[in-house]
């Protein structure tokens, strides 16, 4: 687990090498109030996706290239099988979006999620 976390750091920093300055954080977000708009700037940046399950139930998000909902067209999408207890990634290229970043959380209650992302 430590590895993992140390990759996920240096891989979030490394992004930041790339022409960009840096990507910022959502704050953890509990499936309760998972579908949020993360960002609703036209032309932000997906930069990484760190999901944390309860150990229990399997966790699933999807965000959208959309300022106000899951709706139009994904980006990105993962499900976190709840022995796994954490995944996600890190993009050292960040996904660009024409709309803005919304999230869409399914899956368990305790579970939550971090989006990494950037604003122009």
């Known amino acids: 687990m430590k590895k993992f976390i ?4 240096v891989l979030l920093f490394g ?5 960009a300055d840096y990507c910022i954080s959502s ?18 940046k997906l930069c990484g996706v ?4 309860n150990g229990t139930n399997d ?7 959309n300022a106000s909902a899951a709706s139009g067209t994904a980006l990105f999408n ?3 099988v709840s022995a796994d207890l954490r995944g996600g990634g890190i993009f050292p290229y960040p996904i660009a979006s024409a709309n ?7 899956g368990c209650t305790a579970c939550s999620v971090v989006v990494y992302y950037r604003e122009n």
């Open 6 to 9: 140390v990759m996920m750091v």
């Open 78 to 80: 993962m499900t976190v």
């Open 50 to 53: 760190i999901i944390t399950t």
């Open 15 to 19: 992004a930041s090498a790339y022409g």
């Open 100 to 106: 803005g970043l919304f999230l869409d959380f399914n």
């Open 27 to 44: 704050g953890t977000k509990a499936v309760a109030g998972g579908n949020v708009a993360i960002s609703t700037e036209a032309g932000a």
């Open 59 to 65: 966790a699933t998000i999807e965000v959208w290239d």
